[in-house]
């Protein structure tokens, strides 16, 4: 079985440009997650998907970032404009509720972006 | 809210034991994670503990009390190779089983 699988692995950009990462879940997972995650720290959500719906988008800086989930499959995280602060890896995880009771998520293995 | 606490580092020699402590505080408790994650790589998958007591694996065994609301990993004969971060991860059941993540705590072994 294929894992989650994201592109691009590594992502330099100038402020003030445009970025986007792409994710693609598990076959047959529901549920969709982008996290950030900065140097030392733990990964924090920005955004989860129930099929094609953001049921939770409390922490996505609406000003600059969106995201969507075509069809309820991949998903596309867009950075519009990038600021230095952005730096970070970008992780996207899949569950399914089938699986609800046991080894939370599966990640992918993120988009490390560097504002310069 | 979640809030869950673990130390920042710890370091430990080849051949010991190490415990790393999580405390946590969540409104709907759903499980406690803990996964492993080397430098620039993904969070892998390390262990699961809903109810309370020792769940082991092999040279790893985590524990919950969800009255104290703690946690700990502990790792035996420690290798080299367990240098790495270990992040511990509350489900919470009222948000769709959303996973939140400690800061981390990053293990340095050594010889």
């Known amino acids: 079985e294929a894992g989650v699988v994201q592109s691009p692995r590594y992502k330099i950009i100038e402020k003030k440009q445009p970025v986007a990462f792409w994710c693609n879940p598990i076959?047959?997972?529901?549920?969709l997650y982008w996290y950030r995650q900065n140097l030392g720290q733990g990964p924090e959500l920005l955004i989860r998907?129930?099929?094609?719906?953001?049921?939770?988008d409390s922490q996505l800086p609406k000003d600059r970032f969106s995201a969507e989930r075509l069809k309820g499959v991949d998903s596309t995280l867009k950075i519009q404009p990038a600021e230095l602060g952005d730096s970070a890896v970008y992780l996207c995880?899949?569950?399914?509720?089938?699986?609800?009771?046991?080894?939370?998520?599966?990640f992918g293995s993120g988009t490390r972006l560097t504002v310069v | 809210g979640q809030n869950i606490d673990q130390p920042t580092e710890m370091t430990a020699t080849e051949g010991a034991i190490v415990q790393i402590n999580c405390t946590y505080q969540?409104?709907?408790?759903?499980?406690l994670f803990w996964y492993k994650q080397h430098a620039g790589e993904a969070p892998t998958f390390l262990s699961y503990?809903?109810?309370?007591g020792l769940e082991e694996k092999g040279r790893f065994s985590s524990f919950l009390s969800r009255s104290k609301g703690y946690s700990y990993l502990l790792l035996k004969e420690l290798q080299m190779k367990d240098s790495a971060s270990y992040l511990c991860a509350v489900r919470d059941g009222n948000a769709g089983n959303m996973l939140t993540f400690g800061g981390g705590t990053r293990l340095m072994v050594k010889p």
């Open positions: 995880a899949s569950s399914s509720r089938r699986n609800r009771d046991n080894y939370g998520y599966t």
């Open positions: 969540t409104s709907g408790f759903n499980g």
């Open positions: 503990n809903v109810l309370d």
């Open positions: 076959s047959g997972h529901n549920t």
């Open positions: 998907y129930e099929n094609e719906e953001a049921v939770d």
